[in-house]
Protein backbone atom coordinates (compact mmCIF):
# COMPACT_ATOMS: atom_id res chain seq x y z
CA UNK A 1 0.00 0.00 0.00
CA UNK A 2 2.83 2.36 0.44
CA UNK A 3 3.89 2.41 -3.10
CA UNK A 4 0.77 3.39 -4.31
CA UNK A 5 2.22 7.44 -5.42
CA UNK A 6 5.46 5.41 -6.80
CA UNK A 7 3.53 3.24 -9.76
CA UNK A 8 0.61 6.05 -9.52
CA UNK A 9 2.02 6.55 -13.01
CA UNK A 10 1.88 3.09 -14.46
CA UNK A 11 -1.67 1.11 -13.25
CA UNK A 12 -4.77 2.42 -14.58
CA UNK A 13 -7.99 3.02 -12.10
CA UNK A 14 -9.52 -0.03 -13.07
CA UNK A 15 -6.23 -1.90 -11.89
CA UNK A 16 -7.07 -0.93 -8.61
CA UNK A 17 -10.54 -1.58 -8.36
CA UNK A 18 -9.68 -4.83 -9.17
CA UNK A 19 -7.46 -5.55 -6.75
CA UNK A 20 -9.73 -4.16 -4.39
CA UNK A 21 -12.23 -6.73 -5.29
CA UNK A 22 -9.97 -9.28 -5.15
CA UNK A 23 -8.77 -8.03 -1.43
CA UNK A 24 -12.08 -7.84 -0.05
CA UNK A 25 -13.30 -11.25 -1.31
CA UNK A 26 -9.86 -12.49 1.37
CA UNK A 27 -11.59 -10.59 4.00
CA UNK A 28 -9.26 -7.47 4.35
CA UNK A 29 -11.94 -4.76 4.19
CA UNK A 30 -9.80 -1.90 5.15
CA UNK A 31 -6.98 -2.34 2.82
CA UNK A 32 -9.88 -2.79 0.23
CA UNK A 33 -11.82 0.61 0.76
CA UNK A 34 -8.05 2.35 0.42
CA UNK A 35 -7.42 0.55 -2.54
CA UNK A 36 -10.83 1.34 -3.68
CA UNK A 37 -10.53 5.60 -2.62
CA UNK A 38 -7.49 5.75 -4.77
CA UNK A 39 -8.84 3.89 -7.74
CA UNK A 40 -11.94 7.01 -7.49
CA UNK A 41 -8.49 9.42 -6.79
CA UNK A 42 -7.29 8.09 -10.02
CA UNK A 43 -10.29 8.04 -12.00
CA UNK A 44 -10.70 11.81 -11.26
CA UNK A 45 -7.01 12.53 -12.31
CA UNK A 46 -8.00 10.82 -15.66
CA UNK A 47 -10.87 12.54 -16.64
CA UNK A 48 -9.40 16.24 -15.19
CA UNK A 49 -6.42 15.68 -17.88
CA UNK A 50 -8.87 14.62 -20.42
CA UNK A 51 -10.65 17.30 -20.11
CA UNK A 52 -7.80 19.51 -20.33
CA UNK A 53 -6.14 17.92 -23.22
CA UNK A 54 -9.56 18.46 -24.94
CA UNK A 55 -9.73 22.28 -23.93
CA UNK A 56 -6.18 22.38 -25.03
CA UNK A 57 -7.21 20.60 -28.55
CA UNK A 58 -10.55 22.74 -29.17
CA UNK A 59 -8.83 25.96 -28.47
CA UNK A 60 -7.16 25.84 -31.74
CA UNK A 61 -10.28 26.32 -33.28
CA UNK A 62 -13.10 29.44 -32.79
CA UNK A 63 -15.78 28.94 -31.22
CA UNK A 64 -19.41 29.52 -32.87
CA UNK A 65 -22.46 31.35 -31.53
CA UNK A 66 -25.18 28.72 -31.76
CA UNK A 67 -29.31 28.15 -30.95
CA UNK A 68 -30.88 24.52 -30.11
CA UNK A 69 -34.69 24.12 -31.25
CA UNK A 70 -36.80 21.41 -30.85
CA UNK A 71 -38.36 19.22 -33.18
CA UNK A 72 -42.13 17.82 -33.32
CA UNK A 73 -43.78 15.50 -35.67
CA UNK A 74 -46.02 17.30 -38.03
CA UNK A 75 -48.29 14.49 -39.03
CA UNK A 76 -50.37 16.61 -41.46
CA UNK A 77 -47.36 18.21 -43.33
CA UNK A 78 -45.76 14.57 -43.21
CA UNK A 79 -42.58 16.66 -41.65
CA UNK A 80 -41.01 17.89 -38.47
CA UNK A 81 -42.01 21.20 -37.73
CA UNK A 82 -38.80 23.13 -35.54
CA UNK A 83 -40.29 25.47 -32.46
CA UNK A 84 -39.30 29.34 -33.37
CA UNK A 85 -37.67 30.04 -29.98
CA UNK A 86 -34.56 28.21 -29.00
CA UNK A 87 -34.31 26.39 -25.66
CA UNK A 88 -30.40 27.15 -25.73
CA UNK A 89 -28.32 29.38 -26.62
CA UNK A 90 -24.39 30.23 -26.59
CA UNK A 91 -20.84 29.87 -27.70
CA UNK A 92 -19.50 26.58 -28.56
CA UNK A 93 -16.45 24.22 -29.73
CA UNK A 94 -16.96 22.53 -32.41
CA UNK A 95 -15.45 18.74 -32.38
CA UNK A 96 -15.20 17.47 -35.75
CA UNK A 97 -14.22 13.78 -36.94
CA UNK A 98 -14.16 11.04 -39.30
CA UNK A 99 -14.67 7.82 -38.69
CA UNK A 100 -13.08 5.04 -41.18
CA UNK A 101 -14.62 1.92 -39.03
CA UNK A 102 -18.64 3.45 -39.73
CA UNK A 103 -17.70 3.67 -43.84
CA UNK A 104 -16.84 0.25 -44.12
CA UNK A 105 -19.20 -1.15 -41.77
CA UNK A 106 -22.17 0.43 -43.63
CA UNK A 107 -22.08 -1.29 -46.71
CA UNK A 108 -22.16 2.04 -48.52
CA UNK A 109 -19.00 2.16 -50.27
CA UNK A 110 -19.50 -1.26 -51.17
CA UNK A 111 -22.57 -0.52 -52.86
CA UNK A 112 -21.02 2.27 -54.51
CA UNK A 113 -17.89 0.43 -56.13
CA UNK A 114 -19.74 -2.89 -57.14
CA UNK A 115 -22.33 -0.03 -59.61
CA UNK A 116 -25.41 -0.73 -56.79
CA UNK A 117 -25.88 2.77 -56.24
CA UNK A 118 -24.69 5.99 -57.43
CA UNK A 119 -24.35 7.89 -54.53
CA UNK A 120 -21.45 8.31 -52.82
CA UNK A 121 -21.14 10.63 -49.56
CA UNK A 122 -18.96 11.07 -46.39
CA UNK A 123 -19.94 11.82 -42.68
CA UNK A 124 -18.59 13.58 -39.88
CA UNK A 125 -19.74 13.20 -36.30
CA UNK A 126 -20.40 16.61 -35.02
CA UNK A 127 -19.62 17.33 -31.07
CA UNK A 128 -20.63 20.62 -29.31
CA UNK A 129 -18.41 21.48 -26.13
CA UNK A 130 -19.54 25.21 -23.89
CA UNK A 131 -16.88 27.68 -24.83
CA UNK A 132 -17.34 29.86 -21.79
CA UNK A 133 -18.49 30.01 -18.23
CA UNK A 134 -22.32 31.86 -19.20
CA UNK A 135 -22.50 28.85 -21.66
CA UNK A 136 -21.47 26.16 -19.77
CA UNK A 137 -24.28 27.03 -16.82
CA UNK A 138 -26.63 27.25 -19.64
CA UNK A 139 -25.67 24.20 -20.48
CA UNK A 140 -25.71 22.47 -17.55
CA UNK A 141 -29.14 23.40 -16.83
CA UNK A 142 -30.53 22.01 -19.64
CA UNK A 143 -28.63 18.45 -20.07
CA UNK A 144 -29.36 17.43 -16.02
CA UNK A 145 -33.22 18.85 -16.42
CA UNK A 146 -35.74 16.49 -17.71
CA UNK A 147 -37.87 19.69 -18.79
CA UNK A 148 -35.91 20.52 -21.34
CA UNK A 149 -35.77 18.43 -24.81
CA UNK A 150 -33.56 15.74 -24.79
CA UNK A 151 -30.27 16.98 -26.51
CA UNK A 152 -28.59 13.64 -26.38
CA UNK A 153 -25.62 12.26 -24.48
CA UNK A 154 -22.88 13.88 -22.81
CA UNK A 155 -19.50 12.59 -22.31
CA UNK A 156 -16.58 14.52 -21.53
CA UNK A 157 -18.64 17.76 -21.23
CA UNK A 158 -19.79 17.23 -24.91
CA UNK A 159 -22.62 16.18 -26.68
CA UNK A 160 -22.99 14.99 -29.95
CA UNK A 161 -26.45 15.73 -31.46
CA UNK A 162 -25.72 15.90 -35.10
CA UNK A 163 -23.75 14.19 -37.69
CA UNK A 164 -21.93 16.09 -41.08
CA UNK A 165 -22.84 14.60 -44.22
CA UNK A 166 -21.14 15.73 -47.27
CA UNK A 167 -22.50 14.10 -50.98
CA UNK A 168 -20.17 13.81 -53.65
CA UNK A 169 -22.83 13.41 -56.32
CA UNK A 170 -26.76 13.77 -56.26
CA UNK A 171 -27.52 10.34 -56.40
CA UNK A 172 -28.56 10.45 -59.80
CA UNK A 173 -24.84 11.78 -61.45
CA UNK A 174 -21.15 10.63 -61.43
CA UNK A 175 -19.13 12.13 -59.52
CA UNK A 176 -17.05 13.64 -62.29
CA UNK A 177 -20.35 15.85 -62.79
CA UNK A 178 -19.25 17.41 -59.10
CA UNK A 179 -23.11 17.76 -58.54
CA UNK A 180 -22.70 17.93 -54.46
CA UNK A 181 -24.42 18.12 -51.34
CA UNK A 182 -23.62 19.08 -47.59
CA UNK A 183 -26.37 18.36 -44.53
CA UNK A 184 -27.14 17.83 -40.77
CA UNK A 185 -28.68 14.49 -40.12
CA UNK A 186 -29.82 14.65 -36.68
CA UNK A 187 -29.62 12.13 -34.46
CA UNK A 188 -31.67 13.63 -31.53
CA UNK A 189 -34.67 15.59 -30.95
CA UNK A 190 -32.77 18.70 -30.72
CA UNK A 191 -31.59 20.45 -34.07
CA UNK A 192 -28.26 22.87 -33.11
CA UNK A 193 -28.02 25.81 -35.58
CA UNK A 194 -25.77 28.49 -35.78
CA UNK A 195 -26.83 31.71 -34.83
CA UNK A 196 -27.13 33.57 -37.99
CA UNK A 197 -25.74 33.90 -41.26
CA UNK A 198 -22.57 35.38 -40.34
CA UNK A 199 -21.97 32.50 -37.53
CA UNK A 200 -22.75 29.60 -40.87
CA UNK A 201 -20.17 31.49 -43.52
CA UNK A 202 -17.61 31.52 -40.37
CA UNK A 203 -17.79 27.76 -40.50
CA UNK A 204 -17.77 26.92 -43.70
CA UNK A 205 -14.93 29.10 -44.26
CA UNK A 206 -12.99 27.49 -41.55
CA UNK A 207 -13.99 24.36 -43.27
CA UNK A 208 -12.48 25.13 -46.03
CA UNK A 209 -9.26 26.72 -44.39
CA UNK A 210 -8.37 23.15 -42.85
CA UNK A 211 -8.96 20.90 -46.21
CA UNK A 212 -5.01 21.39 -46.93
CA UNK A 213 -3.83 21.15 -43.89
CA UNK A 214 -3.59 23.13 -40.29
CA UNK A 215 -3.43 22.04 -36.65
CA UNK A 216 -6.78 21.27 -35.93
CA UNK A 217 -8.73 18.38 -35.80
CA UNK A 218 -11.01 19.57 -38.97
CA UNK A 219 -7.75 19.20 -40.83
CA UNK A 220 -7.18 15.54 -39.77
CA UNK A 221 -10.68 14.93 -40.38
CA UNK A 222 -9.74 15.41 -43.81
CA UNK A 223 -6.67 13.93 -44.04
CA UNK A 224 -8.95 10.62 -42.93
CA UNK A 225 -10.85 10.92 -46.04
CA UNK A 226 -7.78 10.97 -48.21
CA UNK A 227 -6.43 8.08 -46.64
CA UNK A 228 -9.71 6.42 -47.01
CA UNK A 229 -9.77 7.45 -50.66
CA UNK A 230 -6.71 5.82 -50.72
CA UNK A 231 -7.33 2.41 -49.04
CA UNK A 232 -10.20 1.55 -50.93
CA UNK A 233 -9.01 2.25 -54.49
CA UNK A 234 -6.11 -0.52 -52.79
CA UNK A 235 -8.02 -2.87 -51.49
CA UNK A 236 -10.39 -2.97 -54.53
CA UNK A 237 -7.82 -3.70 -56.95
CA UNK A 238 -6.35 -6.20 -54.71
CA UNK A 239 -9.92 -8.04 -54.93
CA UNK A 240 -9.15 -7.74 -51.21
CA UNK A 241 -11.13 -10.03 -48.60
CA UNK A 242 -13.36 -6.98 -47.32
CA UNK A 243 -15.48 -6.78 -50.98
CA UNK A 244 -16.11 -10.34 -51.16
CA UNK A 245 -19.57 -10.66 -51.42
CA UNK A 246 -20.70 -12.88 -48.36
CA UNK A 247 -23.12 -15.97 -49.66
CA UNK A 248 -26.19 -16.87 -48.07
CA UNK A 249 -27.07 -20.18 -46.85
CA UNK A 250 -30.63 -20.47 -48.69
CA UNK A 251 -28.43 -20.95 -52.56
CA UNK A 252 -26.47 -23.22 -51.25
CA UNK A 253 -27.35 -26.31 -53.51
CA UNK A 254 -29.36 -24.57 -55.52
CA UNK A 255 -29.34 -24.53 -59.64
CA UNK A 256 -27.01 -22.16 -60.50
CA UNK A 257 -24.92 -22.56 -57.30
CA UNK A 258 -22.39 -25.19 -55.86
CA UNK A 259 -22.76 -26.47 -52.17
CA UNK A 260 -21.38 -23.33 -50.55
CA UNK A 261 -23.54 -21.39 -51.84
CA UNK A 262 -21.45 -19.58 -54.45
CA UNK A 263 -22.24 -18.69 -57.88
CA UNK A 264 -21.20 -21.14 -60.04
CA UNK A 265 -18.31 -20.11 -63.19
CA UNK A 266 -16.87 -17.91 -60.14
CA UNK A 267 -13.20 -19.20 -59.99
CA UNK A 268 -11.58 -21.06 -56.92
CA UNK A 269 -8.97 -18.28 -56.89
CA UNK A 270 -11.79 -15.69 -55.82
CA UNK A 271 -13.11 -17.75 -53.29
CA UNK A 272 -11.86 -17.18 -49.61
CA UNK A 273 -13.61 -18.68 -46.36
CA UNK A 274 -13.91 -16.21 -43.88
CA UNK A 275 -16.05 -16.61 -40.29
CA UNK A 276 -17.13 -20.23 -41.82
CA UNK A 277 -19.01 -18.70 -45.25
CA UNK A 278 -17.87 -18.41 -48.15
CA UNK A 279 -16.65 -15.02 -50.08
CA UNK A 280 -16.26 -14.48 -53.62
CA UNK A 281 -15.46 -11.52 -56.02
CA UNK A 282 -17.22 -11.67 -58.87
CA UNK A 283 -16.45 -8.44 -61.08
CA UNK A 284 -14.10 -9.94 -63.05
CA UNK A 285 -10.78 -7.61 -63.59
CA UNK A 286 -12.75 -4.38 -63.00
CA UNK A 287 -10.22 -1.89 -61.30
CA UNK A 288 -12.00 0.35 -58.92
CA UNK A 289 -14.19 3.07 -60.52
CA UNK A 290 -12.47 5.66 -57.70
CA UNK A 291 -9.86 7.55 -57.96
CA UNK A 292 -7.25 9.39 -55.46
CA UNK A 293 -7.76 12.70 -57.70
CA UNK A 294 -12.13 12.00 -56.64
CA UNK A 295 -10.96 13.64 -53.60
CA UNK A 296 -10.83 16.99 -55.51
CA UNK A 297 -14.73 16.62 -55.85
CA UNK A 298 -14.58 15.84 -51.94
CA UNK A 299 -12.88 19.54 -51.71
CA UNK A 300 -15.79 20.72 -53.96
CA UNK A 301 -18.40 19.76 -52.25
CA UNK A 302 -17.14 21.72 -49.33
CA UNK A 303 -16.41 24.95 -51.31
CA UNK A 304 -19.65 24.65 -52.78
CA UNK A 305 -21.56 23.74 -49.93
CA UNK A 306 -25.12 26.24 -48.87
CA UNK A 307 -25.34 27.53 -46.00
CA UNK A 308 -29.03 27.71 -46.04
CA UNK A 309 -29.75 24.88 -44.11
CA UNK A 310 -27.52 25.69 -41.26
CA UNK A 311 -28.35 29.13 -39.47
CA UNK A 312 -31.78 30.57 -38.71
CA UNK A 313 -31.85 34.73 -38.22
Known sequence: MKYLKRFNEELKPWTYTQASKKLRDIGHVNRASRLEEWADKRKKDEEKKALADKIAKLEKTPAFSMKFFHDRWNSQKRQRDYGEMPFLEGNFYI????????????????????????????????????????????????????????????????????????????????????????????????????????EAMKFKRFLISSLNGGDNHFSKGFNDVKDFFKKVIEKYNEK??????????????????????????????????????????????????????????????????????????
Do not use: H
Request: proline share 3%.
Open 95 to 198: EFYFEEDFMWDSEEIYEYLQDRTSTLQFTFGIGLFPADEETQKVFDEVTDNNDYPYVGDVWRNTIWPVNFTIRLNDGNTLIEQGKSTTFWEERESAKPLFADRR
Open 240 to 313: DICFYSRTWDQNKGKEGYNSEGVPLGISDGNIKQQYGRAYYWDFGDKECNLKESDYQYFEKAVRRMSINNLYRD
